[in-house]
């Protein structure tokens, strides 16, 4: 059996690659929507990509399973547990098969037995994987998607938080407790192969390590030391993190059927007069990728600055909406990796990319970045207002009293005071700085942040 894992960084998001070396099939597990690498991979071990998996509907990225279908005739498996509202709608003209509980598929001499697994979703479905080939009588590990996570396990409120769905928490997590006493059943030899690492927001507390056991999670993975129903959900369901305003639209187009990538080149403007021009149209939204230190001085009216790092995708989700046209201010290196992040979930209305030699006949904007004893110092005059854009835990591990906490993600709609000198700060100055440019968007004239962010505060 041939066996790679590979990492989204952006989105905290494991695929895997498995494949029978005896007959050259293989199968990628919750595959992501740019694939290429993967497929190269299997192409220099000698397979084929013959199929795909998913674990559920995902809501944090898009699945790359109906593009393998589509481009490449993958047979695809997918859940047909949950009731009527998690059925998948694309599976018209492709070869699928509808797995769920007991169901039992296999890719050459490599056979997966179907676990349905409900919590993080009610159609969450895990994969036990058994080498035949290799001689194996018995399982060697566990496909978990977004049920079991190093240290922690799927979080059932998405559904509440981010799609609207009201009651879903509850019965999510007591669903949850439910698969996870199943769980504690299989032999602690099993690897557990986990959909997300640190960095996904579909857990509270993931950890860094790729993979584990079944043994030592239920050891050590806080949510496996409950006996007591009432106390996990409870526990569950405390101090999860915002929910992204994106999941919903992620998992809607999961389950229809996100739009097979056509590949096509996206113009690149160079001058400002196409630059202009472009920005003038209804409904565009100009994001600039460029380093925040750049930006600060380099601001072009209207436009916000979301830095491409490894927080990059998570902001955009946050920040721009699905029927804006975008512009994407970005730097030769960067181009291909920026368009490839917003289209992992669904940001596909790419107008195109403006090389920054096209700002230079721009009139541009820019904002302060303070010392703690100059934004103290500010904090004192008439007419401001503080604006804290952490997230809630942050808030209530400590802040200014003068300071409104109004969270970075909401805040392109957030209702602020006009006419108002705007201090803001964030936890390190990364996201103070993006919500700097949201501002200036917006149309606050006087915005200045705060160096070092509230980090800074006690040094």
Partial sequence: MF????????????????????????????????????????????????????????ADYISGARQLAVEHGAKLYLSDEGDKNWKYEYTDGIDVELVKEGSTFSVGNIDFEVWHTPGHTPESISFILTDRGGGATGPMGIFTGDFVFVGDVGRPDLLEEAAGIMGTADSGARDMF????????????????????????????????????????????????????????????????????????????NKVGPAVLKHEDIDVLSDTASFEAAMVQDNTLVIDT???????????????????????????????????????????????????????????????????????????????????????????????????????AEWHDGHLEEANHLFLGKLRTTEIPAQKKLLIHCQSGVRSAIAATVLKARGFKDVVQLDGGYNALGS
């Fill in 3 to 58: 066996f790679k894992s590979f990492t989204d960084q952006n989105l905290a998001q494991n695929a895997y690659l498995v494949g029978c070396q005896r007959t050259g099939d293989a199968v990628i597990i919750d595959p992501p929507r740019e694939f290429d690498h993967i497929l190269a991979v299997a192409k220099e071990e000698g397979l084929r990509v013959t199929a795909a998996a998913d674990t559920h509907i995902h």
């Fill in 178 to 253: 439910q698969s996870i006493e199943r769980f504690k059943e299989l032999p602690d030899h099993l690897v557990v192969w986990p959909g997300h690492g640190a960095g996904s927001a579909c857990g509270k507390s993931l950890g860094s390590v790729p993979i584990s056991t079944v043994g030592y999670e239920k050891q050590f993975n806080w949510a496996l030391q409950f006996d007591d129903e009432e106390l996990f959900v409870k526990e569950l369901l405390k101090d999860q993190p915002e929910a992204p305003v994106y999941f919903a639209e992620m998992k809607k187009l």
């Fill in 290 to 392: 460029r380093a925040a230190a750049v930006v600060e001085k380099n601001l072009v009216p209207g436009s916000i600055n979301i830095p491409f790092n490894k927080s990059f995708t998570n902001w955009a989700g946050w920040l721009a909406k699905y029927d804006e046209q975008l512009l994407l201010i970005a730097e030769e290196e960067n181009r291909e990796k920026v368009v490839i992040a917003l289209q992992s979930i669904g940001l596909d209305n790419i107008v195109a990319i403006v090389d920054p030699i096209a700002l230079e006949g721009l009139t541009l904007q820019s904002y302060d970045t303070l010392s703690v004893e100059a934004f103290m110092e500010e904090m004192k005059a008439p007419n401001t207002f503080v604006v804290d854009v952490r997230n809630d």
